[in-house]
């Protein structure tokens, strides 16, 4: 499976943006996708993730009310609609996929194939 993130830029606090992620590879409806963040001097952080139907999903507290985590299964691509950006959301975002599983994870070793990152910068 390989994944291309796109969508990243430049935005004004309380701006939005749209990422996505397109997966290749026939495994892609049944795998768990998430987004992940990595901001400068900071590990990586889990933000959202979303089970193969669709039908679950699961936010880091500092992002629920915010963005959405969609997926279309049909075009191999998962979304994460971003609204009300705040400076503390700057960073790198990945997409990674968890194959062949039913149950999101935060856990960032679960994931088996990681996107290159599209970077997303908020300012003040």
């Known amino acids: 499976v390989q994944l291309q993130a796109s969508g990243g830029g430049l935005v004004q606090a309380g701006g939005s943006l749209r990422l996505s992620c397109a997966a290749s590879?026939?495994?892609?409806?049944?795998?768990?996708m998430g987004w992940f963040r990595q901001a400068p001097g900071k590990e990586r952080e889990f933000v959202a993730a979303i089970s193969w139907s669709g039908g679950s999903t699961d936010y880091v507290d500092s992002v629920k009310g915010r963005f959405t985590i969609s997926r279309d299964n049909a075009k191999n691509t998962v979304y994460l609609q971003m609204n009300n950006l705040k400076p503390e959301d700057t960073a790198v975002y990945y997409c990674?996929?968890?194959?062949?599983?039913?149950?999101?994870?935060?856990?960032?070793?679960?994931?088996?194939?990681w996107g290159q990152g599209t970077q997303v910068t908020v300012s003040s």
């Open positions: 990674a996929a968890k194959q062949r599983s039913s149950t999101t994870t935060q856990a960032m070793s679960l994931y088996d194939y």
């Open positions: 590879g026939r495994t892609f409806s049944s795998s768990v």
